[in-house]
């Protein structure tokens, strides 16, 4: 039998058993009373029960009893009811009125000494953010997903754990290495940019949208499309892109191409040892504005015994007002 038969079944059985002991102990008090007085002998007893006085006392009494009965029963129901967890659907439209942001990482050779850094970088970011969608592109000669946009904070600590400790080179095959490799060159800054634009979803919708890219920008090998096109793309469907460069300031060439092509979108660029790095990242992805976006409906269920442990506790008292008028 499931749980909540047996609690059904139990509190029935305690009500019932309550209402015997309740009789028991009521008979007995009468039977001393009874015993107390001599028994009296009354003759012509019919014209005595034909007075209306008596009729009445009687139809009284007779009433009071099916009420008592009646009572008992229901409160019997009433508790299995309340013993059976009732409970009423709920149908709730979640809403995400926070930001998108898919962290974009160059996994190539030349990142290789700095992808850790880069990695602990993002966890960082991760505690500043409250109710932001992040997802996890990586990229080399092709890139690829790690997890899609997703507001389980839990989830994506995971994941980046996961990927920074694949630059322990523990495994035959890294995790970063798996799907990153499946083309010529390396480093494609511009095809891996434009692959982490791709991963937002939910077009038709105003968001508010950010890359945050993390490459050295050393281009090795033809890529579809280069930096400044990517961050045109991205521009186009109201991306910014917040690039953090590990060789800010070192290359004043590749840092400026780098520059540009993120504050063409909107963005900034940004030193990997800068230690305003982080804070200023998130200040400006919260400079957008938050805009709602509806999830999936789902019904919930919830317990509702209020109403029904209510009339339980009203039919109980009822039923012992009538008990003490029964015996009065």
Not at 6 to 29: F, K
Not at 255 to 264: E, F, G, K, N, V
Request: hydrophobic fraction near 50%.
């Amino acid at each position: 039998m499931a749980l909540n038969t047996w609690w059904l079944v139990l509190v029935a059985v305690g009500v019932l058993v309550a209402a015997v002991v309740v009789g028991i102990l009521l008979g007995l008090r009468a039977g001393r009373r009874d015993r107390a007085s001599a028994p009296v002998l009354i003759s012509r007893a019919e014209r005595m029960r034909a007075l209306p006085a008596f009729r009445q006392a009687v139809r009284r009494r007779v009433t009071l009893l099916a009420g008592v009965l009646a009572l008992g029963a229901v409160a019997v129901l009433l508790g299995g009811v309340v013993a059976a967890r009732p409970m009423s659907a709920q149908t709730i439209q979640p809403v995400n009125n926070s930001r998108d942001i898919m962290l974009c990482l160059d996994v190539s050779g030349s990142m290789s000494d700095v992808d850790v850094e880069v990695l602990g970088v993002f966890l960082e970011l991760l505690d500043g953010f409250e109710g932001e969608r992040i997802g996890l592109t990586i990229f080399n000669s092709s890139p690829v997903q790690v997890f899609p946009l997703t507001d389980d904070y839990v989830f994506i600590r995971e994941q980046l754990q996961r990927i920074r400790e694949s630059f322990d080179y523990t495994s035959e095959t890294p995790e970063h290495w798996v799907g990153t490799l499946n083309g010529p060159g390396a480093s494609l800054i511009g095809d891996g940019l434009a692959a982490c634009t791709m991963r937002f979803d939910h077009l038709d919708d105003e968001r508010s949208r950010s890359v945050i890219l993390a490459t050295d920008n050393e281009l090795a090998g033809a890529s579809i499309l280069t930096v400044e096109e990517a961050a045109l793309y991205a521009k186009s469907r109201g991306v910014r892109v917040f690039a953090i460069n590990p060789v800010q300031g070192k290359d004043a060439q590749v840092s400026a191409q780098l520059t540009d092509a993120a504050r063409l979108t909107g963005g900034e660029s940004y030193a990997l040892r800068d230690t305003t790095t982080v804070g200023d990242i998130i200040t400006e992805i919260q400079k957008q504005e938050a805009t709602a976006l509806k999830g999936q409906a789902q019904v919930v269920w919830v317990d509702t015994p209020n109403l029904w442990i209510a009339l339980t506790l009203v039919a109980l008292l009822a039923f012992l007002v009538l008990v003490w008028r029964l015996h009065l």
